[in-house]
DNA sequence: GCAATGAGCGTC
DNA sequence: ACGCTCATTGCT
């Protein structure tokens, strides 16, 4: 903008300005002077633009104050963009927290916690209405959870109770959180709520609509920029005070915070794709923190990190106890020693599903009751095996578990290792010789196929992919649902069966398990209670841990023995990662330079894991710098702010040295590989 | 003794 | 990626 001679504003002339640049060593603000003109509009929290270092860039006005500690020349504040302070003081807060706990800059958390601007829609008249009353709930099912009223009486003495909640199976869920928000609603505060996905989301808008109508508004990733601003606007300006939303609405501008919820938070969707990759779970810790606001992270199953958060008495129990669970559960049945049952039955042989749940279908579907079939997405496992035996296809060379090479047809010229990449143009099965391969997992397409004709007569109907079905009518029928697409149905399902559970529990992944108990306990919650006659099969060896858990319908008994695992083998959460991606030498000379704390350790480096994209700015194939690597860094629990701000500082003076080769830096990483 | 040139680094 | 500082170079 060009102006002729400024006069300085007349109180507080100084802005305090976030450039927004999201480089580790600019992670600070920068003083600029504002006009007397621009004195009105250069409030905290505004978006503004600076002249930084010859050029314009975008800002966020953080504080104003009368005089700077800049020891050289201030330049003007070029431009106020908009006097909307979105950056509210708690998001600022909030966002610098962030940051700091992963390692970025918070000019990346703004990015993450700000959607852009949309000027039309900020100029939009807004009515100006009262908010409407919300009804009063009761509470009755919550009493059935133990340390309910603990949670209670701490919320309402303003003591920000934290607390990990297991849904009882066949909980509604959507319906409960409806109830803690119209609580907090009804105490004058807003409310926060987090889940996976849009299914979810659905599932708790139809839960909360009735109770605050426009007081409550959704929040998620496919709204188009318009709609998502508006209501992102409208919970700014205090037109609406309980969010409902996926990931970044963990950020979302309540005002007056009383409640955090975050449902599910083992479920991979929560896991943010964008730098520096915050995880909504914390992002809500540190937010029930920094605004005194209670939290509530819930699920049917529970998660290793909020585990390990309770056994550090951050958070307390809120759980069922065990007759309550016990009478709702569905009748819990897993293969015992001799599969021979399988083998017996020849309709079961052709659709890879034992006797015993071939009667538990029947049972239900007599009883005009629906039957759910659960079966890993397709694609789910990338690996194949010999279409005769189907044994495992591995690598001559390393025993690595082979792969399809391109996206296109199953043909074995383009197999290759997952290990050490080695081609496999001539396969031949190591047990029968065959050489015809075949993709390891059965599509949901295949199993309803199947299925159709082993219960000939009943209707099938399939969800996942393309077409996810949000519920089913009762009455009996077969439904076959890839994981997290499973439908509800009013009453619940008469039995569930779950096939192929090798897909989840051969995985070479840190968290198998516990995400094969997660996806399991979700089922059995969609099951009609044992004594309704509701049985959920689990087509697995009763003998494994995570399918006991199941039986038992043990989540939390689950999450203490598997954290102990994880704390025997020093793998997160009981212990803090960070995980450094890049090029051999780059992230080699980048984690020399890191001064780690007295527990850390650098372990690897690693292959890429399977499924991890490449940092930003790496080009697809091996171009220059060799195969994409990891570096692990290892620190015990408490000092992972030492690890941090060792991270911080190694990338500053890697700044410094104009060091540029594709890195990604990643306190936390979902996966270590 | 001092202008011209370039590397290095901070950026308000 | 601009523009400042400071050191080195080359010429008087």
Not at 627 to 642: A, M, S, T, Y
Request: charged fraction near 20%.
């Amino acid at each position: 903008m060009v102006k002729g001679p400024r006069e300085q504003a007349p109180v507080n002339p100084v802005a305090r300005v976030l450039p927004m640049l999201g480089l580790t060593h600019l992670d600070r603000p920068f003083d600029y002077l504002v006009d007397a003109e621009q004195d009105t509009d250069a409030a905290p929290g505004v978006r503004v633009r600076v002249r930084f270092a010859g050029r314009l860039i975008d800002g966020f006005l953080l504080e104003r104050i009368p005089t700077s500690d800049h020891p050289g020349k201030l330049g003007w504040l070029d431009r106020v963009v908009s006097p909307e302070q979105v950056l509210t003081p708690e998001l600022a807060t909030l966002c610098r927290s962030v940051a700091d706990r992963y390692a970025g800059t918070m000019a990346d958390v703004i990015r993450l916690a700000v959607p852009p601007r949309h000027a039309r829609t900020e100029a939009e008249a807004v009515s100006i209405v009262p908010l409407a009353d919300v009804a009063p709930v009761k509470l009755d099912t919550w009493q059935h959870y133990s340390g309910f009223d603990g949670f209670v009486a701490a919320s309402t003495s303003g003591a920000a109770p934290r607390a990990a909640w297991q849904a009882m199976p066949g909980e509604d869920w959507p319906r409960r959180i409806a109830e803690l928000a119209a609580t907090t609603v009804a105490s004058g505060r807003g409310v926060v709520v987090v889940v996976p996905d849009q299914r979810d989301l659905d599932r708790l808008e139809a839960a909360c609509e009735p109770l605050f109508g426009e007081r409550a508004v959704t929040l998620a990733a496919g709204l188009g920029p318009t709609a998502r601003y508006r209501r992102w606007l409208s919970v700014l300006r205090g037109r609406a005070d309980v969010v409902l939303g996926t990931r970044s609405a963990g950020f979302a501008p309540v005002r007056n915070l009383g409640l955090v919820v975050v449902w599910d938070d083992g479920d991979d969707s929560l896991d943010e794709p964008r730098s520096p990759y915050p995880h909504p779970r914390e992002v809500a810790v540190l937010r029930s923190h920094g605004e005194r606001a209670a939290l509530v992270v819930g699920g049917y199953a529970r998660s290793t990190e909020m585990q390990a958060l309770v056994e550090a008495g951050w958070a307390h129990d809120l759980v069922a106890p065990r007759a309550q669970v016990r009478a709702r559960a569905p009748r819990t049945v897993a293969l015992s020693g001799e599969d021979a049952a399988i083998a017996r039955d020849p309709m079961a042989r052709s659709a890879r599903i034992p006797a015993v749940a071939f009667t538990a279908a029947r049972t239900a579907l007599a009883a005009d009751l629906p039957v759910l079939f659960s079966v890993p997405r397709s694609g789910y496992v990338p690996s194949v095996a010999c279409s005769r035996c189907r044994t495992h296809a591995r690598c001559r060379a390393c025993h690595g578990p082979l792969q399809l090479g391109g996206s296109g047809e199953l043909s074995s010229g383009e197999l290759s290792c997952r290990w050490c990449g080695r081609a496999e143009r001539n396969f031949h099965c190591v047990a029968c010789g065959g050489t015809a391969i075949r993709a390891l997992t059965v599509g949901a397409g295949r199993t309803a196929e199947e299925l159709g004709r082993a219960f000939a007569g009943t209707p099938v109907t399939t969800s996942g992919g393309a077409t996810i079905l949000d519920s089913v009518q009762p009455g009996a029928r077969l439904v076959v649902a890839t994981p997290g697409a499973e439908p509800t149905v009013s009453g619940g399902y008469g039995a569930a069966i779950v096939l192929d559970t090798w897909a989840y529990l051969d995985r070479e992944d840190l968290r198998a398990a516990e995400t094969a108990v997660r996806r399991w306990l979700a089922l059995g919650a969609l099951v009609r209670s044992a004594a309704d006659g509701g049985n959920l099969i689990v087509v697995a060896d009763a003998g494994i841990p995570a399918v006991q858990a199941v039986i038992r319908w043990d989540p939390v008994g689950f999450a203490a023995a598997e954290l102990d695992e994880r704390a025997a083998v020093g793998f997160p959460p009981a212990v803090t990662m960070a995980a450094v991606d890049g090029a051999a030498k780059t992230i080699g000379e980048f984690v020399d330079s890191v001064t780690l704390p007295s527990s850390g350790a650098a372990l690897g480096p690693v292959p890429l894991p399977q499924g991890v994209r490449p940092p930003a700015g790496s080009a697809d194939k091996g171009k220059d710098s060799g195969p994409l690597e990891r570096i692990l860094l290892r620190v015990d629990r408490g000092q992972g702010r030492e690890l941090t701000r060792a991270l911080v500082a190694a990338q500053v003076l890697r700044n410094a040295h104009h060091e540029t080769g594709p890195i990604r830096v990643q306190v936390d990483p979902p996966t270590i590989g």
